[in-house]
């Protein structure tokens, strides 16, 4: 049997995190035990976490357990049946949910993962689907080998202008993956990882996506990460992960609920974007818009006194300036707030 779990003390290397902690979850009914090659990545990268078998558990991590974490790396690898990712029966799980909109933010990985909720591919997601709400997902496309005439996906490569840096082109143990899905994000999420190659019948399709909130951010790999040909891969896409995580993690706890009201318009936005915000008294502010990087695109106000009442100001981006999420930081006497504007052209 699988040890439940691991209590550890995290300590993360680099400057990038400090006491940021991991939850690594295992739902994987598998001989093989695929989930302790994304747990020997992150050792590899130098990097500690808290192990949950959630298949010898028979249950979900409860949002108590989750709520100590600021990732949780979920990962389903080749399994796709009765999941604790969909509390076993194919319903929506309450606890994920909860944590994300709490602050939490997840990496999930594997492959059928959608097929043991929703079935098989074609299919579209809505408004009320976690899938769509949670995952950023529009449509299930098409299943590797299943959809492609037996073929199985050849390599996922990295997206035009995905914001996560180092992540690099994955091939398989075997000559091609299958039961990898294929997906379109919704509008304001982005595609990190597509299929290839250029003469695979689902060339381009999204294969990895990441949705973000103001406070949290999901990233879905439709493909395991396990079946990656050799350790190091798995160590390298590991490493520049959790590095983007962290930047994203500490960039979020720096912003707080100062309590303003402020909404941003259009939403995505293909040429100019309006941020309207209201004071209750004056106040020094300044506006920065930043990437998903966490670096700064452009500032709109710098230390600038205003009155009590609305106010807004206008951002036009640069041509040059890729699509994808970009934030509205908001500082109103040296405390911060976000807002979320996406970028379309």
Do not use: C
Request: charged residues 15%; proline residues 4%.
């Amino acid at each position: 049997m699988k040890v439940q779990v691991f209590i550890l003390a995290l300590l993360l290397s680099g400057a990038l995190l400090n006491a940021q902690s991991i939850l690594l979850i295992d739902d994987s009914d598998d001989s093989i035990d695929n989930t302790a090659t994304i747990g020997t990545g992150l050792a590899n990268n130098g990097l500690t976490f808290d192990l949950f078998n959630a298949v010898d558990s028979a249950a979900s991590p409860s949002l108590p357990l989750m709520a100590n974490y600021d990732l949780v790396i979920w990962h389903t690898s080749t399994d796709f049946f009765s999941l604790n990712f969909w509390n076993q029966d194919d319903t929506d799980n309450d606890q994920i949910s909860q944590y994300l909109e709490e602050g939490g933010n997840l990496w999930l990985i594997g492959n059928d993962f959608l097929l043991d909720r929703y079935g098989l591919a074609p299919m579209s997601f809505q408004v009320g689907d976690f899938a769509y709400d949670y995952l950023g997902i529009a449509q299930l496309v098409a299943e590797s080998y299943t959809n492609d005439d037996f073929l199985g996906l050849p390599h996922a490569r990295p997206a035009e202008d995905q914001p996560i840096p180092g992540l690099a082109l994955i091939f398989w143990q075997l000559p091609t993956l299958m039961d990898a899905d294929a997906l379109t994000p919704r509008e304001e999420a982005i595609s990190i990882y597509e299929m290839g190659h250029d003469n695979y019948v689902f060339a381009g399709e999204s294969t990895g996506i990441l949705y973000a909130e103001e406070i949290h951010r999901v990233l879905t790999f439709a493909f395991d990460l396990a079946q990656a040909n050799n350790q190091g891969l798995i160590d390298t896409t590991v490493g520049s992960v959790i590095d983007f995580f962290a930047s994203q993690i500490v960039d979020t706890e720096e912003a707080i609920d100062i309590g303003i009201e402020s909404k941003v318009y259009p939403n995505p936005s293909s040429i100019a974007a309006t941020l309207s915000f209201s004071l209750a008294e004056a106040a020094d502010v300044n506006i920065d818009v930043i990437s998903m990087l966490g670096q700064q695109v452009t500032s709109l106000l710098a230390n600038t006194a205003l009155a009590a009442g609305s106010h807004q100001v206008e951002w036009q981006p640069e041509i040059g300036i890729p699509n994808g999420l970009y934030q509205f930081r908001i500082t109103v006497d040296g405390q911060v707030t976000q807002r979320a504007i996406t970028l379309t052209r």
